[in-house]
């Protein structure tokens, strides 16, 4: 059998104490508690370590705590809903907006030739920007970390 | 009268009709899978952060997700390790932000640190509060190690697939992580472990 130290014995303590050891490893450790005073203290004041952290388990939430949980979560739910009808309604009012005021400026000949130029550049690049982020959500939207969370 | 919520574990099969009514936005379905896991995904989350407020905020997130991303969870699978995995990413979020965990130390070390049996509601909340607030102490990856093992209650090889990290030294990193946890509770008054 291999000789191991005290420190050693008590990295294998943890996988005996998580019934994650074999046999062979059982024993071994059985034998040195027994003949460990310090290791065998060692393995009480863990047992108890175990005990108290598992009481966190024996705590659960009273149904009005639930209840009232419940009722937050669900809000903020249906605001998530809200929220995504206020944007598209603004987007699609914002557009029809946009294409209204621009009817009437690219048409206004008083409007200087470089005026309409940059009004077209930065309209350009907005519509750049806006289909790169497009773009860009869908690929994220194939690759949804959520279908690859393991199970 | 403080009635307990219960946590009732669902078979795949209870869970299928439930996760794909929540994917067409029925609420019932959503309310059901919420009184279900809610309890259990909260008080996970309790333990990684440390600070009740903190997790209740991270567990209603993983349930938003749920309710969002229903129709991206495979319905033929168990759905609590689905939850379990996005909950502990929503804590490691929050944890990030510097401001936020700065405030929710301040919270966590004004709360008091009782003395208690887990005999009764109370007691068991004193008692949980005290483990919170002595995980909240250690490092990210060690408190995540003692919270999969003690709360989660999974095996070695399941907690190395949850946390990507090799199997062969879960031993050696719960060894660390109970001995600097025992420490801890120790200075906060646990006699019992010295």
Partial sequence: MMLRSCEEYRVLLMGYLDGELDATQRAEVEKHIHSCADCSAERGSYENLNRMVQAMNTYTESERALDRYWQQTWNRAERGIGWFLFGAGAILLTGYGVFEASREFWTDPTVPLIVRIGAGAGGLGVLVLLVSLVRERLMLRKKERYTEVER | ?194
């Avoid at chain 2, 301040?106 to 995980?135: K, M, N």
């Fill in chain 2, 1 to 194: 009268m403080n009635t307990q919520a219960t946590t009732v574990t669902m078979t795949a099969d209870a869970e299928q009709p439930l996760l794909e009514a929540c994917a067409r936005g029925d609420r019932r379905a959503f309310e059901t899978l919420f009184r279900n896991y809610f309890g259990r995904v909260h008080r996970l989350a309790w333990a990684l952060i440390g600070d009740r407020d903190a997790a209740l905020d991270a567990a209603q997130n993983a349930f938003l997700k749920l309710y969002r991303h229903a129709d991206r969870v495979d319905p033929r699978r168990p759905l609590f390790p689905w939850l379990r995995a996005i909950v502990i990413r929503e804590c490691r979020m929050q944890q990030r932000g510097e401001r936020r965990r700065r405030a929710r130390e301040e919270r966590v070390a004004r709360q008091a640190v009782p003395h208690a049996s887990a005999a009764d509601p109370v007691a068991a909340r004193e008692a949980a509060e005290r483990v919170a607030r002595a995980l909240s102490e250690l490092p990210s990856a060690e408190r995540e190690l003692i919270v999969l093992k003690h709360l989660e209650e999974l095996r070695y090889v399941e907690i190395a697939a949850t946390l990507g990290i090799p199997a062969g030294t879960v031993m050696s990193r719960l060894y660390q992580a109970r001995r600097k946890l025992r420490e801890i509770l120790v200075r906060l008054g646990a006699e019992e472990l010295r």
